[in-house]
């Protein structure tokens, strides 16, 4: 079994794979490799560096930035927000499936950009529209997963709340939240990514400014180069507020075992690892300590 590369080795590897990628677009492009893919049509490696340096000089850049990142954060913030909760009661109530679910499974499969007509129609300025955009496209992978992660749960440690006297609010704010957060962040994550990609087509249909807006503007006007500085910028945007995300979901969810992968196999922690020590009437189902409090 091979010994696991140290921290700073693998950050260098991940280095390397991105710096090999831009060179092979440099060369394919710098030399007009035309087999099947027409590289000579994109703008080589040094001209969206140049046209990068370019924009960021400029105060339209931080105005689309600033933009962008609003319509994400408030489109997402809601979403996150109403998507928990819709999830957790519909998951909870037969009542609330029976009334929310025929409706909501019906929009669900309709894509977020298909919405851009009703949202110009239904909101009163492209701003509202935008948000709206935003919010559908990552409300209903929040909605899903959280619905699944609550169906998820195993009954036992609700009857342990309640064994102990918990009531209803008892059981949701230790066992059905706590027990869902997995499966939660899951949603967010793809919630999150899902958002990026809507907010941009949004933005290059109705949008004054942002991002998306830009970048399509790029390509009227046949700016190839400030068409690729446009997707770095969303590319750079998506992966940090993925990786924000990701990053919460791990601090909130510190009390979950961890894995680490180490030659192929799969090494538990056992530092991460919460010692199971059955109290109570129940103890001989094993439930940790820590889930009955």
Not at 34 to 47: A, G, H, I, M, N
Not at 73 to 91: N, P, R, W
Not at 172 to 186: D, K, Q, T, Y
Request: proline content about 6%; charged content about 15%.
């Amino acid at each position: 079994m091979s010994r696991p590369l140290p921290k700073a080795a693998r950050y260098a590897l991940r280095v390397a794979s991105l710096a090999i990628a831009l060179g092979v677009w440099q060369l394919l492009t710098s030399l007009d490799i035309d087999l099947w893919l027409r590289f000579s049509q994109f703008p080589t490696v040094t001209d969206v560096a140049s046209a990068f340096a370019d924009r960021l000089s400029g105060p339209d850049y931080w105005t689309d930035l600033t933009d962008s990142l609003t319509r994400i954060l408030t489109g997402f913030l809601l979403a996150a927000v109403l998507g928990v909760a819709t999830g957790v009661l519909i998951a909870r109530s037969r009542l609330a499936e029976d009334l929310l679910g025929p409706v909501l499974e019906v929009v669900r499969p309709i894509p977020a950009i298909a919405l851009v007509p009703v949202a110009i129609l239904l909101f009163p300025s492209n701003e509202q529209g935008i948000v709206f955009i935003t919010f559908t496209a990552a409300f209903f992978p929040v909605l899903v997963s959280t619905r699944h992660a609550v169906r998820a749960l195993t009954p036992v440690w609700e009857e342990a709340v309640l064994t102990m006297g918990g009531g209803r609010w008892r059981i949701l704010a230790s066992v059905v939240l706590p027990g869902a957060l997995p499966g939660i962040f899951g949603g967010l994550s793809v919630g999150i990514g899902v958002s990026w990609i809507c907010v941009i087509s949004a933005e290059m249909i109705s949008g004054q400014y942002g991002v998306g807006y830009r970048t399509w503007q790029d390509y009227t006007v046949v700016n190839y180069a400030g068409v690729f500085v446009g997707m770095v910028t969303i590319g750079v945007l998506g992966w940090l507020t993925s990786t924000a995300v990701e990053l919460l979901g791990r601090r909130l969810t510190r009390w979950l075992p961890r894995t680490s992968y180490a030659g192929g196999r799969t090494l538990r922690r056992a530092r991460d690892t919460p010692a199971a020590v059955p109290v109570g009437p129940r103890a001989k189902e094993g439930i940790p300590h820590d889930q009955l409090v």
